[in-house]
């Protein structure tokens, strides 16, 4: 039943258990793997990598696209395989290991890792995992839900593992768009110019000859754990769809708004469901995840094109997609992360980007990463990559969070991953603060004016106004400027109630 | 005299004094000057505003390339003139302006101005205040000694002032290449695939009859500020030309290196001074501002082509170069400050991005702007958009200033300019710390070792020692986090003697 799948005979003699593929992997190799937000990642080997591991302890780098579904970041850290990973991950068990110091986590931005192993900066890697639906006459590698990482892996790599998922529907094939940019000194110009531009190849071009293992698979990528839309995120979407009308009204948009992109997540999700009900009409997204919403746009009429580099579905609508994907297949395009996340692309096209902060501050600078200054939630993702050269760099959050302790916006960030050159436009359910054109007194003011919760609003224009008294360009009081985040690890609270 | 350099006859009209040409910006406008690192600005019109202000007040919102030299930053500042001031400036007078408040800062990348401009996301100047070498037949302005951001707010802008200065030879013109990105949704790549490419025209293009004032003028750029090397700035650049041997051994670069970026100033400026005695052929700079040691580099045979946004020369090399221009002339070209620091060109072409920082921290986060985390020294410049997109992130600094009072290495730095994701290498005269794929503790083990000053060294291997202890992918002691800084506000030292 697989055949059909290895349209390259020759390969046939390659499929092997999923054991035996893993017993290629040895202790200290670099591998690189497919997966980009918990899609298209392969499922059978790293399970089994696991597994032999509790018996012979080995530890590899693991390099993905992003984040692995079906707990096999779990899975791998509890049998203690990991020593590196990057450059994304979003599991709690791998979490609280790189948090202890036990596996070396390279938080890096998404566009940035290919580029960095093609001018040999970073290791390459030794084997390359990749899910397939199927590889080609040519002995080709057609990916399933996300591409990622995987072409580069694989070009990378000195052997190719191909997991063929028979889960996954056949008619995948043609989704994705393979480029890969040539080498310097002469690089040319992506030539992207539309979202729905095709500029590459539906398979991945290896010698087949790499192929040293073929192992089949049937086993479904994990859902969407993305939360329904609240009356917090819909405030949200409420007030950024408001912006944007005025953005139309004011000349600087038209009603087709620019190319969408939503970082991974509930909040973001719920942003784009909330253009359903807008007046925009012909919208594209742009991005590197494609959600829930972005099949519920294109049913509703909303949406016309939309490129990503992965497709990642709760269970609502997972079995409503794939098993219906003709109905969407010309309006869908899965890219390498590199292209779909690249700074020459996304200035190219103007693109709106909406991600989420886990905190911002008083001037702007935003915190997507590190709780209290110190430990890592997921990673840096594609954010920087969008917001760093974004036509509108928006970052939303709820005002507060762990009922009212914790306030998102703090006097100082205790960790910054987009400063205050990088961001636009500020959103929680209390308001939208737009920042373009200001200097960090003026964005304070309209930060603490429309973004904070009323809890926390005196709170933070009192330490303002102190901090004005004591001068500078981005006034601060440097005693006091992580107070809420000390108060928070020593109290449990940022404020005294 | 004058007349040879304004070759569309009916302009002749249209010249007048400084003081009639300054009486058309009138209070609450918004005017583009010429100018970038204090060369190539208008020099009459803005001194002729400040003047006029001393008796009639007004305010303005004045943007130009980058820094002005002539002291007009300060006497616009003392003449209460400025409003608002954008996106760069090095005058002690308006930084003072600037950390009291008084005058609103809107530090920017040096790349994004004009397409926020474009973008209608600023407020479009009303007037131009251009210097020019000339006017050509068709009325087009040709700059002299910086293009800067000069092009675009002739373009932007209702109305321009041209001031044509005999001080400058006229055979720079052709050193210029205009080149403006086309409007979205159609913008296409922007065709530069070599550092000497040109792509555009000498001349700024704009409807002559746009042009309201001519004034000529007679007066020199500022010299240049820098220093000569020193042994600190020597044992940096031994670093780095150490390190860059490494690289071409390990097959990461060639003998050409990749193309050169260096900030403003004395170490970036030392840096390149160094690589006149290194094993290194055929370099090229792709860089914002021509400093002495680019002419110095091309005049050892070391330099082939240097493309930059403007040149910048001390007293003595300034008589040399300009009046042997000839002799250099097919190895420059002056671009938009949009196309010599554009994230695009910079990650196609593959740049050695070094900048100078400030401080940065343990974890190799760089703060290149602000003291203390609230006074603002000059400015980001262009150092975020060349590092954020460079095939190598450098920055330099001397591990103490004041005489040892301040430590340039801190646990965590109290202002982020470049986070730790854009940061590669970084070296003072101690060392260098290569920090490429390296996960967060593993970047502080090595900044330790390598660059910090034998007398913070146990201090802050204390510090990192205490904050691995407590747990974090990027530990932290919140509450010492920043007693460095205070100890220097309180004490006027970072650690007591």
Redesign the interface.
Known sequence: MYRDRIRLPSLLEKVMSAADAAALIQDGMTVGMSGFTRAGEAKAVPHALAERAKITPLKITLMTGASLGNDLDKQLTEAGVLS?RMPFQVDSTLRKA????EV??????LS?TV??LR?????LPDIAVIEAVAITEQGHIVPTTSVGNSASFAIFAKQVIVEINLAHNPNLEGLHDIYIPTY????????L??VDDRIGSTAIPIPPEKIVAIVITNQSDSPSTVLPPDVDTQAIADHLIDFFKQEVA???MTNKL?PLQAGIGTIANSVMCGLIDSPFEDLTMYSEVLQDSTFDLIDAGKLSFASGSSITLSSRRNADVFGNLERYKDKLVLRPQEISN???VV????IIGINTALEFDLYG?VNST?V?????MNG?GGS?DFA??A?LAIFVTKSIAKGGAISSVVP?V?????????V?ILVTEIGLADL????P??RARVIIDNCVHPDYRQALDDYFTS??A???????I??D??RW??NL?ETGRMLAV
Chains 1, 2 share one sequence.
């Open positions: 590196r790189i948090n202890a110091g070396m986590f390279i938080d890096q931005h940035e580029e960095q001018n040999q900066q970073l290791t310097r000194p002469t690089r040319t110009p992506i030539p110019v539309k004011a000349g600087r620019g690249h700074p020459e200035r190219r096209l103007g600078n590190h209290c200054g110190t430990r890592m840096i920087g760093r050269n036509h100082m205790s960790h910054v991953d987009h400063t205050e050159h990088d636009d373009r054109g200001l200097a007194r003026e901090a004005c004591l001068g500078g360009h981005t006034p601060h440097l005693r400027a992580l985040h000390i690890e």
